[in-house]
């Protein structure tokens, strides 16, 4: 009887330890695949972003015609959490400086766990 209570135990601690490692190995799969997505955004600004064209420039629209599967839903670039990610495009001497955020897991804004990625892009 105490063997099969010691059994039971080791067995639900394995799987726990086990449910605990997947969902840390499937949280930094989701935050790589962001910083995918982010990357794309940099080499698509890098390809069709011009002091000429920065009103009315629709990031999500070019970089849908540079990677077709990249993720957005009305306009706007998803995370690998389904949220918006935010992109910030200002002119500069010699360019532009980029500052791009995701939510990150908690899908909040301005908090620890947000994905940031600040560049600058020469024209």
């Not at 009887?1 to 989701?30: E, N, P, R």
């Not at 920065?54 to 070019?62: F, K």
């Not at 620890?112 to 892009?121: C, G, N, P, T, V």
């Amino acid at each position: 009887m105490k063997l099969t209570i010691i059994s039971i135990t080791v067995i639900a601690l394995i799987a726990a330890i086990g449910f605990f490692i997947k969902t840390k190995i499937d949280t930094q799969m989701m935050r790589m695949k962001t910083f995918d997505t982010m990357g794309q955004i940099l080499v698509t600004l890098d390809k069709s972003l011009n002091s000429k064209s920065i009103n009315g420039y629709n990031p999500a629209m070019e970089a849908r015609k540079i990677y077709p599967l990249i993720p957005e839903k009305d306009g706007q670039i998803l995370d690998a959490w389904g949220q918006p990610i935010s992109l910030a495009i200002q002119p500069a001497e010699n360019g532009f400086q980029i500052h791009i955020i995701s939510a990150g897991p908690d899908k909040t804004m301005g908090t620890a766990d947000d994905i940031i990625k600040d560049e600058f892009l020469r024209n």
